[in-house]
């Protein structure tokens, strides 16, 4: 009887574990794929016969093609911004000795809270067309029109993403760095390396699997950012989100929303994806990731 009993825990456990399964899967059913379903749906055809014609409709339109090329560069040109400029401060925080620096490592996780809008407000109220830097030359030098228009153009985005997500790069940056062994840097010192080739043959290396983790994380939200592109109000520059929310919202075309839709989900998974391989293939603590 004894066997028995001790026979019949482990069979009723598993049963027991998979009962609450069941309330995740409902509220990401509910949630998440019920919505998502609906979107499929309406952009293989909706109530009518299933068909593909709307998306080789709209993926051969000038307007996508347009959307998607914008995404692609900013996406890039941004993650590159923030790989350099992120990889720039965090030697200077690690690695450079002033005080101060745990405060601002600190801050860095703060500044990660916070909203995308806030810097985009800031930039325009610094490079604005009305903005101090542009107030200031017309006061000083007398022009007709500000001389300084950056921020409305894929340029001011590019920026205000870079700024916005620099510190998704720092953060695992400074978490390797700070596993780094001091004594290999004080070696390469003391037998006369400069500070280049210690960047160059031991600080890099080893922050070669968190640049990569950080950037591909960037692209991943950069590509999918739609508040920064809204709020500078760049006219000229309309990404994949910028496209979903005009054709929807605006111009009430919802199929072709759906359409543009699945297409940005597919990528975004395809890039979701290539970030989980990366923290697979360099595993969480080399990446920084934990």
Known sequence: MADAAIAGVPASRPRLDSFWVVPPLLILAA????????????????????????????????????????????????????????????????????RGAKSVARLIDTFIALP????????????????????????????????????????????AETTVYTPFVMRPLLATFSQIDQAQIEVASSLGAKPLRIIRQIILPAALPALVAGGSLCLLLTVNEFGIVLFIGAKDVITLPMLIYSKAIQEFDYTTACVIAVVNVALSLSLYTLYRLIIAHFGGNRAGVV
Do not use: K, M
């Open 31 to 98: 949630l998440f794929f019920y919505p998502l379903s609906l979107i499929v749906r309406e952009a293989l055809g909706g109530n009518e016969a299933f068909t593909l014609s709307h998306f080789s409709e709209v993926l051969s339109s000038r307007r996508f093609l347009d959307g998607l090329y914008n995404t692609i560069i900013i996406a890039t040109c941004a993650t590159a911004g923030c790989i350099v400029l992120g990889f720039v401060l965090s030697l200077v925080i690690a690695f450079v000795p002033f």
């Open 116 to 159: 995308t809008f806030l810097v985009t407000l800031a930039f325009t109220f610094i490079y604005g067309s009305a903005g101090l830097l542009n107030v200031s030359l017309i006061r000083l030098f007398g022009f007709d029109l500000p001389p300084v228009d950056f921020l409305y153009s894929q340029w001011g985005v590019i920026l």
